[in-house]
Structures are given as C-alpha cells and as structure tokens.
C-alpha cells in the first residue's frame, strides 16, 4: 500500500525554560505540504529553516509543541497502524564500530522481522539489498573501516530490511563527497520509483542531484517559499520576477533567495504559494513499471513484515549476542579490567599478608575488608559508566525504528556484563582472601557478599550514566563515592556522629556491603583467633564486632543491598526511557 502524508497549518513551537522565564520560538509557521508515494522528494532551506524540524515532526520523532494536522492517505495520523511501516535515517550513521556488515545486517533483520522469514530468505535478502546498496563486497568489513559513503549506505540499508514504505533521510549527503552523494540520491531515487514515499533534507544539491528529486519543498524562516517539482523551480521564480541564469545551479539560486541575497523575496514567495498550500507546480505524478514493464502504482511492500515483530525472548537473546561480539572485539577493555584486579589484588594481598587470623590484626582486617568492598564498587562502577552515554545515539536510532524495545535493550545490557564481573570480581578476592590467609569455610560467604556489591555498583553506574553524559557521569563519581566512603563506617562510627546524619550511613549501600562482609569474616561466634603477640586484645573477633558496632545480623544488610540493587536498576531504565523519549 503506498503512503501520501499530507500536513496542514503544521506549528511547531520549541519552548526552553530558564530560571526567571519561559521561552518560546515558532520554528514552523502553519505550513502546509504533501509528500506522495512514487516521488523523490526534498525539504531545502537555509540552515535555521526549520528542514529537520519538518522531518522530525512528519516522522513523529518530535510531538511535543507540535499543532495543526497530518494525515496519511487521506486518514488521521494513527501511530500503531502506520509507525511501523516508517524508518528513519538520521544525520550521523551512528553504527556499531567493530560489527562487520554482514553482522549488523543479519543482527537487523532477525531483530526487525523476528520468524516471519526463514534463515535462507534473510540471507537472500540481505545480499539483495547490499548488491543495490554496492555494498556485497564489503561483507567482512568492519563499520569503522567504511568510508563516509559506505556508511551512509549501509545505515539505509539496515532499515530496508524489513520494507519500510515511507523513509525519511536527515541531510542525506552531509559529509559525502559529489560521487557518493550522486550514487546515494539515485539509489534514493531508485526506491521511489519503487513504490516507497522517499523524504530527505539536503543543503545545497548539485544540478545534477537537484534534477533527480521530484518534489522540492523550500522553506525560510520557518515558511514554505515553493513547493513543487524541482523543474518548476526556475518558472515559479521567473514568474516573480526572479530570473535564474542559464548557468547556474537553481538549488543554489533558491538558497540565495531564501538567505535574502536579493533583497526580502521570502514573504512573496510564501505569500504566492500560500505557505504550502498552493499545489499548481507540483507537475504529475511519478509512476512506476514491474517486472514486465507494465505501469503500476501499488507499492512492492511486504505487510506481513512488520506485522510480526520478534518477541522479547527472541530479542534479548539477539541483543546479548550482539553485545558480547562488540565486548569480547574490544580486547584492551577486558584486559585492562582483569589485569587491574590482578595487580590491585597482588597490591591489597601484599599489604595485609596473612593477617587473617592473627588477633594482633583484627582492626587491618577489618580494614582489608573495607578496602576490598570499596575496590569492588570502583571498579564496577567505572565498568558501566560509558554504557548508555556512548550508545544513547544508537539506541535512539534503533528504538525509534522497531528494532526492539527500551526495557529490552536494558535487559541485555546488564545480563551481557555478568560473566566479566564475576570473573574480575573473582580473581581479585581469590587473590586476596588467600593471601591474608582468611577462613576457607568462610570464603563462599564473603565471595557472594563481593559479588552483590559489584553488581549493586554496576546499578549505580547504570544510574549515573543514564542522568549524565559522560563527563557528568565521572563528575557524579568523584562526588558521590568518596561520600560513601565516608559514611562507609570505617572512618567514623554511626554511634560517634550527630543523630542528623544517621540517615546517611543508611543509604550508603557499601556501609551495608561493609557490614555484611565483615560479619562473614569475624561474625557468626568465631572462635578465638591465634596471638602473634603477648596480648591481643580483639583475639575474640565478637568483642571487636561489639567495638565497632557492628550488628551481626547479615539478612539486614543483605536485604537491603537486594533492594539497593533493584532501585538503581529500575530508576536506570526510567530515566534511560524517558531520555530516549524526551525529544518528543
């Protein structure tokens, strides 16, 4: 079925809001337009204009702010019915670095169209679109080995897997040069001709590329100066008055006019065409031959694609697998990360060498404990703090274009790092347990209670991340860990500070981390410890638990380091789906 958007009186106001007052900007002023089926179709305007507004807006990437009408043939916008047969391609390519094009293809397409195509048919696919794409001989190439070319040609391509019938293209040639950017207006044009509506901002096109579109929408300042086909464009102005020389490029004449090069035109020109309303230089609709050369108008979309999208299941288990391919290609990172526990956990050994069962060392003990849980948060924290900043781009993109859903690309994001933490986690506390010579019937317990707290640090680093971009993310820890840190119990006891306070160590969750290993190491009435010395004074772990405070009941800590765990994980995907929402 082929897709006409038309849109009338379209406004959309940006609002910002400052401490004292409330700003707001029409960006679009009443517009009016139709972007039909069959036709290659462009928005031009000066930067300002207000071209990826447009888009964004027809695409219902933007909502808020946003009055007056948009129909799709004929009938009310209805998101469910028609938000899956659009795809949008933004500016940036925004593609996974280390997945070679064959893998982001096949990671598209068993994502967008989940069973309703066998494994021989999404390979034939794929190599169909790749070969129109010219990009079958890039199959094993890695995506930050492509030119910019190639890279605009396969983010389209990962969107056509699963037939959408309307595309929109932000600035679809930015950053290409005049070649690549012929042959990807063509391909464009080539889709059009199939059936699909085709919409994209573009700058300043050459003659030749200008030639190619069929339908031109200009605007200035937020208003329609011309829409029709771009071989009307010289007429129209001819007819104002406006004589485009024979030599030159009349995209660029129209940009000109559009920047008031030649005095204020803009108002006319809106004016005449009655801010896109005025359809008298649209010329006629393109048309399009099948296989037998017969003309046709119906579109060669496949429905039964986009009806069946994949199920949760059937997503996460892409999404991890895709995950741990982009993980394990970034070998530095895991190195770095196991060879810091390791020489941490030599360093922390080192220092406490076999004092773990020497009464004379009760208190180093107990402080081999808090540094280890503080080592944990570090470096679980630090772990996932890159996560969503870096990839919010890419989520953006794929969330918007139905490859899966927010909750399910969180899912996967904190299942796919488990195996690395609990390794990381693992060789530091083997490494340091048994060379302060601790308990080994104790050693179960205190590895669990280390591993609660990275993977409670890894929700902390979630939450972060998804309030911060990456430099707020690294200013949230320095803030904030050394804070825990404080009110960790070490440095100062609850029962020494002010009642005011008290609340503190409470939602410091290595206070509880804290608490909970030292209990699995000293608590439970452990026996008398060995004395290096004449006297040792805590030889009776007990009586240095009842120093310092320390209530030996773990379920409490556990319990609440169960419920830290689940509130950072949850207020994490909240605020990461709203930041995935807010630009609507």
């Not at 409670?456 to 860990?481: C, E, P, Y």
Request: hydrophobic fraction near 40%; charged fraction near 20%; aromatic fraction near 12%.
């Amino acid at each position: 079925m082929s897709l006409d958007i038309k849109f009338e009186n379209l406004v959309y106001c940006a609002r910002s809001f400052s401490l004292f007052q409330k700003d707001e900007k029409n960006i679009l002023k009443g517009i009016s337009g139709e972007f039909r089926a069959n036709e290659l179709s462009a928005i031009m305007g000066p930067s300002g204009s207000g071209k990826s507004t447009l888009l964004n807006v027809l695409s219902e990437y933007m909502t808020n702010g946003v009055t007056g009408s948009i129909t799709i043939n004929g009938e009310k916008w209805n998101n469910k019915r028609y938000k899956k047969k659009f795809a949008y391609i933004m500016q940036e390519e925004n593609l996974h670095a280390v997945l070679t094009v064959k893998e982001a293809m096949r990671f598209s397409i068993k994502l967008k169209t989940g069973n309703s195509m066998t494994e021989k048919e999404q390979q034939k696919k794929i190599l169909s679109i790749l070969e129109t794409l010219k990009l079958d001989n890039k199959l094993n190439t890695y995506a930050q080995y492509l030119s910019g070319g190639q890279q605009k040609r396969l983010s389209i391509a990962l969107e056509l897997v699963d037939d959408p019938q309307v595309l929109f293209l932000d600035e679809c040639t930015t950053g290409l040069d005049s070649v690549s950017s012929t042959q990807c207006i063509q391909f464009l044009k080539k889709l059009a001709m199939e059936g699909r509506t085709i919409i994209c901002t573009i700058h300043t096109p050459s003659a030749l590329m200008f030639e190619m579109f069929d339908h031109i929408y200009a605007l200035a300042n937020g208003n329609c100066i011309f829409q029709g086909a771009s071989f009307n464009v010289v007429l129209f102005l001819k007819e104002l008055g406006l004589v485009c020389p024979s030599t030159y490029n009349p995209a660029d004449f129209l940009l000109e006019i559009a920047n008031n090069d030649y005095g204020s035109q803009n108002e006319r020109l809106t004016k005449v065409i009655e801010n896109g309303k005025n359809e008298f230089y649209r010329g006629q609709p393109c048309i399009t031959l099948n296989n037998n050369n017969e003309l046709k108008l119906s579109s060669t979309h496949d429905e039964t694609l986009n009806e069946q999208p994949s199920s949760f299941v059937y997503q996460l288990a892409l999404l991890v697998l895709r995950n741990y391919k982009i993980s394990h290609r970034n070998v530095t990172l895991i190195i770095i990360r196991l060879v810091i526990s390791s020489i941490v956990g030599l360093m922390v050994g080192g220092m406490y060498l076999n004092i773990g069962n020497d009464g004379v060392h009760t208190f180093h003990n107990f402080k081999y404990i808090f540094v280890s849980e503080f080592f944990l948060l570090y470096i679980s924290y630090y772990s996932q703090q890159t996560a969503f900043p870096l990839e919010l781009p890419i989520i953006k993109r794929e969330v918007f274009n139905r490859w899966y859903t927010s909750s399910v690309y969180y899912v996967a994001l904190s299942l796919t790092d488990i195996p690395m933490t609990i390794i990381s986690t693992s060789i530091y506390l083997a490494i340091t347990y048994f060379m302060t010579n601790q308990p080994l019937d104790r050693a179960v317990a205190f590895f669990a209670v280390g591993l609660l707290t990275s993977f409670v640090s890894q929700g902390f680093g979630h939450f972060a991340s998804s309030l911060f971009d990456l430099q707020g993310t690294l200013t949230f820890a320095a803030v904030f860990l050394p804070l825990y840190g404080i009110f960790s119990g070490i440095f100062i006891l609850v029962k020494d500070t002010h009642w005011i306070f008290h609340w503190i160590f409470q939602i410091s969750f290595i206070k509880h981390s804290l608490d909970a290993a030292a209990t699995t190491i000293l608590g439970w009435n452990r026996d008398k410890m060995d004395c290096s010395d004449n006297y040792c004074h805590y030889q009776l772990p007990k009586k240095f638990l009842k120093t310092i405070d320390l209530n030996e009941n773990i379920t409490i800590s556990i319990r609440a380091l169960v419920i830290f765990l689940i509130v950072f994980r949850v207020t994490a995907f909240l605020i990461m789906n709203y930041r995935l929402k807010r630009s609507k």
